[in-house]
T-cell receptor, first 114, second 117 residues
Framework: AQKITQTQPGMFVQEKEAVTLDCTYD???????LFWYKQPSSGEMIFLIY??????QNATEGRYSLNFQKARKSANLVISASQLGDSAMYFC???????????FGTGTRLQVFP | DAGITQSPRHKVTETGTPVTLRCHQT?????MYWYRQDPGHGLRLIHY???????DKGEVSDGYSVSRSKTEDFLLTLESATSSQTSVYFC????????????????FGDGTRLSIL
């Protein structure tokens, strides 16, 4: 069965520090995409970063980077230099290439304190 | 921001009544999706569409139906609402190229908060 696991229900980080949000996935498909989304308290879902299973390099988007370890089936999100505005729920998601579906984890709530 | 509008944004209704949620996009994307978000479950796919009049079921499709008569509109209907369908509903769109098997990110609307009493 295809599944996304986020084992950290909540994380705290001090402003300007880096934080890693964990994500592991389970799939038998050889090709897939991995995504991270941010959901602030206002409720909207914001796409952050994408990693393809055959990409040779880890994806980066500004302060966001994805630590992709294919053999371990992990796709952790790293946020560098945390800001107060980073406080939100973060969801990891996976989509096998041969399907039209996106499978979400249960999310991690990140709180950034001054 | 992707041009996605969900309506209504909030709705309170009674058990047994029909409810229709609308998702409207201005991006001309082929794929549209309906999800529900509940505490402890993340987002779960209800139904999706890969073209006009082309739809398929997701993980939690029981009690829901959808229709897509135009590229820009995707409707989610609860034929007879139940309290278990109280949730936040999100519409998403994607420009996924199915023929090439490429993943494009899904972009989400702002959500509809539905309460069924």
């Amino acid at each position: 069965a295809q599944k996304i696991t986020q084992t950290q229900p909540g994380m705290f980080v001090q402003e300007k520090e880096a934080v890693t949000l964990d994500c592991t996935y389970d799939t038998s498909d050889p090709s897939y995409g991995l995504f991270w989304y941010k959901q602030p308290s206002s409720g909207e879902m914001i796409f952050l970063i994408y990693q393809g299973s055959y990409d040779q390099q880890n994806a980066t988007e500004g302060r966001y980077s994805l630590n992709f370890q294919k053999a371990r089936k992990s796709a952790n999100l790293v946020i560098s230099a945390s800001q107060l505005g980073d406080s939100a729920m973060y969801f990891c998601a996976m989509s096998p290439y041969n399907t039209d579906k996106l499978i979400f984890g249960t999310g991690t709530r990140l709180q950034v304190f001054p | 921001d992707a041009g996605i509008t969900q309506s209504p944004r909030h709705k309170v209704t009674e058990t047994g009544t029909p409810v229709t949620l609308r998702c409207h996009q201005t991006e001309n994307h082929r794929y549209m999706y309906w999800y529900r978000q509940d505490p402890g479950h993340g987002l779960r796919l209800i139904h999706y569409s890969y073209g006009v009049k082309d739809t398929d079921k997701g993980e939690v499709s029981d009690g829901y139906s959808v229709s897509r008569s135009k590229t820009e509109d995707f409707l989610l209907t609860l034929e007879s609402a139940t309290s278990s369908q109280t949730s936040v509903y999100f519409c998403a769109i994607s420009d996924r190229d199915r023929a090439l098997g490429l993943n494009q990110p899904q972009h989400f609307g702002d959500g509809t908060r539905l309460s069924i009493l």
